[in-house]
Nanobody, 124 residues
Framework: QVQLVESGGGLVQAGGSLRLSCAAS????????MGWFRQAPGQERSFVAA????????STADSVKGRFTISRDNAKNTVYLQMDSLKPEDTAVYFC?????????????????WGQGTQVTVSS
């Protein structure tokens, strides 16, 4: 089992920044590809960003490209999501997830473990 705990969410004005963290425990963190997803009320969970085990490869959704950056620190068992130039449409619950296998990181079914989520609210 892998336990994931997100933090860093909150209320921010449009144009502001937040950094989300996701702390992992339970198994060897560097064995897992990691991803961030978000879900707004009434909408499906959607892909935000993913990072490979070593941190050497990342992917980002077009909707956040150039504004959001995913990174990880395997020594600290933590994955981050730096969010800049936030927009009201970024308002959602943000989830981190861990995948033990290789596949399609933009699909939720690819992931084995999920955190409980952290709320991000961007005011206009």
């Amino acid at each position: 089992q892998v336990q994931l705990v997100e933090s860093g969410g909150g209320l921010v004005q449009a144009g502001g920044s937040l950094r989300l963290s996701c702390a992992a425990s339970g198994r060897t963190f560097s064995n897992y590809n990691m991803g961030w997803f978000r879900q707004a009320p009434g909408q499906e969970r959607s892909f935000v960003a993913a990072i490979a085990r070593s941190g050497g490869s990342t992917s980002t959704a077009d909707s956040v490209k150039g504004r959001f950056t995913i990174s990880r620190d395997n020594a600290k068992n933590t994955v981050y999501l730096q969010m800049d130039s936030l927009k009201p449409e970024d308002t959602a619950v943000y989830f981190c997830a861990a995948a033990g296998g290789n596949g399609t990181p933009w699909r939720p079914v690819h992931y084995d473990y999920w955190g409980q989520g952290t709320q991000v609210t961007v005011s206009s």
